[in-house]
């Protein structure tokens, strides 16, 4: 699983949150995915989801042909 981007800047302890707009719930999926005409193949972009957003910001990304994965975050 690719390391979420943001999790560098993230305070030990500091809990992830959902990328969903508005969302404000722990992330617990992490979503890779790229753009194929803006990224190189192997790199990698991460939207976070919570448990309710997981399927509905996956199915945004698979219909434009972007999502690449998803796993549980660590």
Known sequence: MATPPDSADTAPGEQLI??????RAPAIWALNWNNPRLHQPERRKTWLACADHRERLGDFLHVRGFLRDVAPLG
């Open 18 to 23: 959902c990328s969903a707009k508005g969302c």
